[in-house]
Structures are given as C-alpha cells and as structure tokens.
C-alpha cells in the first residue's frame, strides 16, 4: 500500500523531522536526548513493520484461502494471521518496556508529568480490559471444542452414508451452537459489529490533545501506540472467535503517525467483512469471522441440506462426498484451535507481566518526583 512506508530519519510523529532538529535544537539539549529521540522513531518504525506484515498480500500461508480468490474476498481472521497479530502484541510490549527502562534511567520522574499522567493510567486500564477478552477467548476456544466434535461426528456418519445418525449428530449441532450465537438468536436479532462497541474502548484518553514536543511528547506518542495496538487486538480478537463479553471496537490511531493506515484498513476489511457475514440472515451456526470456523459453519450447513434432501434407498454420493468436505474444515479447526490456545495463555500471562512492569517503572517516578519536591534536609547542628 503506498504511502505507509517509514519516512527514513523523519520524526514526523513529534512534529520534526531529524535534519531540522539537529540543526535548530541539538545543541540546546541534555546529553543523551537525541539517541532518545533516534529509539522512539524506531519503536514506532517497528510497529508500522509488524503492522505491515499482517496485510493480506504477505498472509500466504492461511489454509482457508485459495489461490484463485481475490484478497478482497478470502477470509482474513484465520488462526495464522491471528497468531502473527499476536506474536505483534507481544514483540511491540517488549519493545516498549525495553524503550521505558532506558528513557526512566536519564529522566525518572517522566511519568508523572503530562501528558503522560493521563496516558500511561489509561494504558494500564486497557491492559486489565485486553486480560478480560483474552479470558473470554480462552473459554470460547475451549468450547469450539465440543462443537467441533460434533461436526466431526455428523461428518464421519454422513461419509459412512448413515443417514439418519447423521441427522442426529448434525441436530445436536444445532442445540450446541456457541453461547453467543444461542444468545443472538433467541433475541431475534444478530450481533451488528457497531453495537458491540463498548464506549470504554474508544481512542486512548488525551490523544486528541497536542502532544508537547521533545522526550515526553515521543513516550507520549510511544504509550498511545501501545495502547491502540492492545485495542485492535482486542477488536480483532472479539470479532474472530465468537465469545461473551469480549466486545471491542474498532480504534482511532492518530493519522500522522506512519502505522495508522494499515490499521486503519485492516480494520475497515473486518468490518466489511462482518456485515457481508451479517447478510447471510440467522442461517448461521455461529457469529464470528474466524476462517476455520466458517469453513465448519458452511459446510455443515451444506450438509444439512444434503442430508434433508436425501432419503433412504436414494443414491448418498453427493452426502458422502459433503461429509469428507466437512471432515476435513472440522480436521482444519482442531489443528489450528490447539496451538492457538497455548498462545492466547501465553498472551495473556505477558499481558499482566507487561502490565506490572508499567506499574513498576510509574511507581519508580513517582517516588523520584516526590523526592525531587521535598525539601531539603537541614544540616545537623
């Protein structure tokens, strides 16, 4: 996509570009401040990178898409782009703890200055509200399973041409849908990506607010870049994997900043691609965007069709043919679920690590602010 590439020494993101700052103002700064300034840039030349390698084009590896289908038109939440949005999360809160640790050391008070009284609090806020829908993921994960099973079982039936087993298993199928589906249906409605939207996960507290320039500014910028990338996930997330509570919305980057577009777009094909998922009516087993877990939904729908237009004694070929198709999205979901599990487990466990690191370094500036404010000792007579 043109137009998202890092813009080389620039330091857009605070206003400046690194030939004017080194002429207009290297020489009024503290030592160390222009390597501060150089690590800041590239925190955020990092996340655009992550940000980047998620984009359709380089996903090549989804099992759900096929090589005749059009970007636009393959399923883009597989369990290979999630796990590469979450390996993302993580690589950018290691970044980002290293990155505080090494500004904390020359200015350790920064924290509790502002901007970054505000922000650094939200942040820590969003984190408990991502540990919430990382939960909601894992319990949803783990009863995909039975469903699963389920499927599985109507499939082996449908291929062994036992019809009325397969009736049974795929009628069960049915009755054990996924809690969040169950719930929409018997409201009578579906689950409109705009009215999960939760206002607590809306643009990070003080971004619209013009960040000062200089050191604080960047970690500024640096804390609302974590907090965005952890909402997106979360966004990402909720719409993929069907789950109760785990709502989010869709984020609002700031638009000078160099990654904002990507998410801005991969965030706009999700969207696009839940309300063409919301047009297929209430036929659906489940909600949710997940590729594996459409390729079960839509196959075993195929299947209940085949199996109600069938009857004994008539030939079972094309039944037989459609369990082997189910079989092998049910072989797809499990070989996907497993591993995805262990990383939505580990995710969550760096979450909270990540979290009581920030906890850790705003309590450090907090007690070097409120050493710097207190008087002075007088001498010992």
Not at 64 to 72: D, E, F, M, N
Not at 192 to 215: C, D, N
Not at 246 to 257: E, F, K, S
């Amino acid at each position: 996509m043109a137009g998202m590439e890092p813009q080389g020494s620039s330091l857009g993101f605070l206003g400046i570009t690194l030939p004017s700052f080194r002429r207009n103002q290297v020489a009024s700064m503290e030592p160390g401040q222009e390597d501060d300034l150089q690590e800041l840039y590239q925190f955020q030349t990092n996340v655009t990178d992550r940000l980047l390698s998620l984009l359709p084009s380089t996903s090549s590896d989804d099992n759900s898409s096929s090589s005749s289908s059009s970007p636009s038109s393959s399923p883009l939440l597989s369990f290979s782009f999630l796990s590469k949005l979450l390996d993302a999360l993580v690589s950018c809160q290691e970044d980002f703890g290293n990155l505080l640790l090494l500004l904390l050391d020359r200015n350790p008070a920064i924290l509790v200055k502002p901007p970054l009284d505000r922000l650094v609090p939200d942040l820590l806020d969003r984190a408990v509200k991502a540990l919430d829908v990382l939960n909601a993921v894992s319990l949803s994960l783990h009863a995909l399973h039975h469903f699963s099973r389920q499927a599985h079982i109507a499939a082996t039936a449908a291929g062994q041409s036992q019809l009325p087993r397969a009736r049974r298993a795929l009628s069960k199928l049915l009755d054990e849908t996924l809690p969040r589906s169950r719930s929409d249906r018997e409201s009578g409605s579906g689950r409109s990506l705009s009215w999960s939207v939760s206002r607590s996960w809306s643009t990070p507290r003080g971004v619209g607010e013009p960040f000062s320039g200089g050191i604080a500014g960047g970690i500024g910028i640096a804390v609302h870049t974590l907090s965005t990338l952890i909402n997106f996930t979360m966004f990402v997330l909720a719409a993929a994997v069907p789950c109760v509570g785990g709502a989010a919305a869709p984020v609002a980057p700031l638009r000078q900043l160099q990654w904002s577009a990507t998410m801005v777009g991969l965030q706009e094909r999700i969207v696009e691609e839940w309300r063409r998922n919301e047009k297929k009516g209430s036929g659906s087993l489940y909600v949710g965007l997940l590729a594996e877990l459409q390729g079960v939904d839509i196959r075993s729908k195929c299947l209940i069709e085949c199996v109600n237009e069938t009857q004994e004694g008539e030939r079972k070929s094309k039944v037989v043919a459609t369990g082997a198709e189910l079989a092998e999205a049910c072989r797809l979901l499990e070989e996907g679920m497993g591993p995805f599990e262990k990383k939505v487990r580990a995710v969550s466990l760096r979450m909270f690590s990540s979290r009581s690191e920030v906890v850790r370094c705003l309590d450090r500036s907090t007690r070097s602010a409120s050493a710097a404010s207190a008087p002075p000792t007088p001498p010992a007579l």
